[in-house]
Every structure is written in C-alpha cells, then in structure tokens.
C-alpha cells in the first residue's frame, strides 16, 4: 500500500512562489498518473492538475493554467507542484493522491495527508 507525504506548504504573499512536493513510500509510482487536489474552506475538493505515467501527459485546471507546473522524479519516487504568481483564491489544503491508472482518469487509489498552502498579504 503506497503512503503519500506532501511538503512545501505555507504562508506566501500574493505573486509568490512556492514548490510542493510529494514523496511516496511502500509502492513505486512509475506505473501510476499523480494528481493534485485541493480544498480550500468550505469548498468541494477539486482538481488541480495530474500527469500521467509513460507519457507525461499534463493536465492543468483553468484557474491554474499557466501558473503551476506538476512533474514527477520517478528514480525519487516524487511529484512536484510549482506554483507561481500565487493568488489569494490558491488558498487551499493541497493533496497529492495517486490515480488507479497511467493515465489521468481521476479516480483516486491513495490520499495524502495534505499540506496547507496561504496567500495572504
């Protein structure tokens, strides 16, 4: 059973920058598409972007277009969010979880534990 441990949240001021990651213990995760969710306060859980396993293939929200970019270190057993320009409304817990296939269907097998991610003058 793959367990998923994301780091990298925090407090950021609005155009900043900050770098999620996402480590995994107990499974590889090369066969496997990663996505990120988040959940920002009263809000339903949403996707935020995935890529997929031998091809790479990404996938971006709208609202984050542009801004975040996901990758993966499979030697590391890692996935990375960089999100830039950073706006108020990216204020969310953010979850990395791992999809039950190589490419990104949006069915979820394993949860991380989430990371607080704060846009705030």
């Known amino acids: 059973q793959v367990q998923l441990v994301e780091s990298g949240g925090g407090l950021v001021q609005p155009g900043g920058s900050l770098r999620l990651s996402c480590a995994a213990t107990g499974s590889p995760l090369d066969y496997y598409a990663i996505a990120w969710f988040r959940q920002a306060p009263g809000k339903e859980r949403e996707s935020v972007s995935c890529i997929g396993s031998s091809d790479g293939d990404t996938v971006y929200a709208d609202s984050v277009k542009g801004r975040f970019t996901i990758s993966r270190n499979d030697a590391r057993n890692k996935v990375y969010l960089q999100m830039d320009s950073l706006k108020p409304e990216d204020t969310a817990v953010y979850y990395c979880?791992?999809?039950?296939?190589?490419?990104?269907?949006?069915?979820?097998?394993?949860w991380g534990q989430g990371t607080q991610v704060t846009v705030s003058s």
């Open positions: 979880a791992v999809d039950r296939y190589s490419y990104c269907s949006g069915t979820v097998r394993s």
